[in-house]
């Protein structure tokens, strides 16, 4: 059942991360071809109404009369579909000179036609065609006219006051940005279920290569755990036997040897001080200096080697567990697993440092509890 979460937390992870991104890429994409499609629409229109521009211009030069060029270009663009782009002409006084619809060739355009913006402030679209100058924007129809609007590049002819214009319908240009839309969503889909299946079967690869090391170092911890839980027990089976050693009277052959220490006497500046083995929690040799902490946590400088106390102290409560500590039996407060088969002791009152049995005396250790 676990596993099952976790693979569903992971799928799920893996799907939330990959369609933030892919929406993210979506959107930036969408609007950088949209943005792109504009501004080729644009240019082209530019070209367009350009290229025209200067052929009209050499047929005037050529001295072609104007109705003819006029009469040649309405020939030209007849009936041409007006729904997407189309090219028509005007003269600077606003007169449709050419156009596909030939119902429109002759109608004036005025102020109230149509507005014209270049991203900036919006003007009669007949003020452009007066001013007889080059222009790009956008043609802007008012709402009564249900017709859609459009982007506009105006070209004037040189010799003459006409301008070709070239028109684009904004409606059509949407269509093929919703087309493009649709289109980068299914891919979007696509790459994100590819990624999300892929990033997940990796996962599953690469988690069942080391579920049966993660096995392994569970079953490990659980034996060490184990270790540790009768360790305790140990110790705390070992301190209820020196209490009740402690209460009793004791057999003659268990009465310790003369050179077993029952007190120990130490200075404390001009003072003596006597401290009963039984009260002594551990010493610590720290800089070849010999401390003695008592169960009270007051600590005394003693003058023996922690080699000679041991040879006269009671072995059956006190025990060397490095070369910087020997502990009293009832001063260890609880045993942890330190590392790779180490044992961490923690005492009451506390150490000054960590007392550390190391693996060569796990055993003994154990052993001196179990007595």
Known sequence: MKK????????TGISLVVMLVGLGALRYFYNS??????IS?????KRETRELGRLLELQLQGGIPPKKVIANLQESILNTDTQSEFVCMYNTSGIELCHPNPALVGQKIDAANSQFTDGGQRIPFSDILQLGKANSGIRIFPAERQRSSEIV????????????????NTAVQQVQLENLYHRFILGILLMISLITGSCFLLIRLIYRKYEGVMEGEIDRLSEKVNSLTALNNQLRLSQEKQKILDKVALPIDTIPSENTRKRLITYKKDEMVMVEADNIAFFFLSEN??????????????????????KQLDNEVFYRANRQFIINVNAIRTILVYGRNQL???????????IIISKNRVTDFRKWLDR
């Open 4 to 11: 099952i979460r976790l693979h569903t937390f992971t799928f």
């Open 289 to 310: 200096v010999v401390s003695m902490y008592t169960s009270g946590g007051q600590q005394y400088i003693v003058n023996i080697s922690l080699d000679e106390l041991m």
């Open 33 to 38: 071809a949209k943005d792109a499609l504009w």
């Open 344 to 354: 961490r002791l923690s005492t009451r009152p506390q150490s000054p440092e960590d």
């Open 41 to 45: 629409k644009m240019e082209a229109g």
């Open 153 to 168: 590049n105006v070209y004037p002819v040189k010799g003459s006051d006409w301008l070709v214009a070239a028109h684009a």
